[in-house]
């Protein structure tokens, strides 16, 4: 996009949110505002200024999201892009996010968008520079659409050049979410593209143990032909083999076996993979385990 001049950005940054409804300039402090836009005039940075002034009234403001990032994409706006040299505050760079990171798979009615409307917003976010763009969550566009299952979605972000290790708030990547969800056909476009497989969450959980207490032998057998750890540990020194047992996954105890995940081995709270089938009364399981231990 060729570049615009100060006057010309604020104009359309201002009437992208005026078109939104719901929001005036007038209505919030606008002597305030009005003395900060006068000031990114005469900077020649106003995109960023005015972002930065007026990010802390936007967050709190019953504007519609959605329909700002559409008003946002009609006018061509990209305030990263545009003013490189002036970076955005946090407030405002969280906020710009939300707007254009959080609606992206919805329409102004709420609903998911359908796999053409989703493509043009996602080719948006790529023009300008918002590829992996995250929500206050710290959850990106392809990890939406991972937990989404949306195949073509993930095919443009991943071509694109999409970070395949972002985290969430809670340490998660699109590898966890897919794993957790089943979600066979994102795994193995994640694992294709080269995913970190066996990245911790914040409890230490790699996709893997997500998947193990589950009953999502595919992907379990998908993790551990991409070379995952079976022996991973949590933050209790839990297991891949443990969290299966718990759950009496008797096909991913196999497949972890099979594996050689390790069978003795003892949680904090000392607790085995044999002693937790056995107190849950989970007979086949003991006597696959009891085999394994020979």
């Not at 007038?26 to 505002?33: A, K, Q, R, Y």
Request: proline share 3%; net charge negative; charged share 20%.
């Amino acid at each position: 996009m060729s570049s615009v001049s100060g006057n010309e950005y604020l104009n359309r940054f201002l009437s992208a949110i005026d078109e939104a409804g719901e929001f005036k300039i007038d209505e919030v402090d606008g002597e305030f505002l009005d003395k900060r836009r006068d000031v990114a005039l005469r900077s020649g940075e106003a995109a960023i200024r005015y972002f930065n002034a007026l990010s802390s009234y936007v967050i709190d403001s019953p504007i519609n999201k959605s329909l700002v990032f559409e008003e946002v994409q009609k006018s061509q706006i990209s305030p990263l892009k545009e003013a490189p040299n002036m970076p955005l505050s946090r407030s405002s760079e969280m906020e710009l996010n939300e707007i254009l990171a959080a609606p992206w798979n919805k329409g102004l009615d709420g609903k998911n968008l359908n796999q053409e409307e989703r493509k043009e917003r996602i080719d948006f976010l790529i023009a300008h520079g918002y590829l992996n763009v995250a929500n206050i969550d710290d959850e990106t566009p392809l990890f939406y659409a991972s937990t989404m299952g949306y195949i073509e979605d993930i095919n443009v972000l991943i071509e694109a050049g999409a970070n395949l290790n972002s985290v969430g708030r809670d340490g998660w990547t699109a590898l966890h979410a897919a794993a957790y969800l089943g979600r066979m056909q994102v795994v193995n476009l994640l694992l294709d593209a080269k995913a970190h497989v066996d990245c911790p969450d914040i409890a230490g959980q790699t996709p893997l143990y997500l998947a193990a207490g589950n009953t999502h032998a595919g992907v379990v057998a998908a993790l551990i032909n991409a070379g995952a750890n079976v022996d991973s540990k949590n933050l209790i020194e839990g297991t891949p083999l443990q969290l299966a047992v718990q759950h009496n996954q008797k096909e991913i105890v196999e497949l972890l076996l099979h594996a050689k995940a390790t069978v003795n081995h003892a949680r904090k709270d000392g607790k085995t993979a044999l002693s937790i089938a056995q107190e849950n009364g989970y007979a086949q399981v003991v006597n696959i385990l009891s085999t394994a231990i020979g």
